[in-house]
């Protein structure tokens, strides 16, 4: 049986969905009860799901999602990724959308299934010191 290369699914997730802000690209990437478990809880299924990075998307003007590193285990049933994301601000974490730089960064790992399919993500980011950055006033 041959190794898949899991890095290159996730990474052309993170191309065609995020920097190509392309939601509906969802559709070929993730399973129809597509998991995400974040700092705030779980999204279960993927319409939610779409509608969660549409709504992301929306907060983050111009939004690019630059991967540091990304490696799979031996299987390729799990990635992990290093990444920053950069954009304007329009309104992230209940803030005024007042159209600031913003970048913070972030580490994601996925469950890959047999056929290449993504079914579960979890994710961390660096959500407290991108709050404070929005809320500076000397930023401003």
């Known amino acids: 049986m041959a190794r898949r290369n899991s890095v290159e699914i996730v990474e052309a997730f993170w191309e065609e969905v995020w920097n190509d802000h392309n939601p509906d690209k969802i559709d070929d990437f993730v399973i129809e009860d597509f998991v ?27 939004l690019r999602l630059e991967v540091v590193e990304s490696f799979q285990n031996e299987g390729g049933s799990r990635v992990a990724s290093r990444w ?38 979890w994710v961390e980011r660096a959500t407290w010191e991108l709050y404070q950055q929005l809320t500076s006033t000397s930023g401003r």
Not at 45 to 62: I, M, N, P, T
Request: hydrophobic residues 35%; proline residues 5%; glycine residues 12%.
């Open 84 to 121: 920053i994301v950069r954009g304007r601000n329009n309104g992230l974490l209940g803030t005024e959308p007042d159209g600031r730089p913003i970048s913070f960064s972030g580490t994601a790992v996925w469950a890959v299934r047999e056929d290449g399919k993504l079914e579960h993500n």
């Open 36 to 62: 995400i478990t974040n700092p705030d809880g779980s999204i279960e299924g993927r319409e939610k799901f779409k509608a969660w990075v549409s709504a992301f998307l929306d907060q983050v003007h111009d």
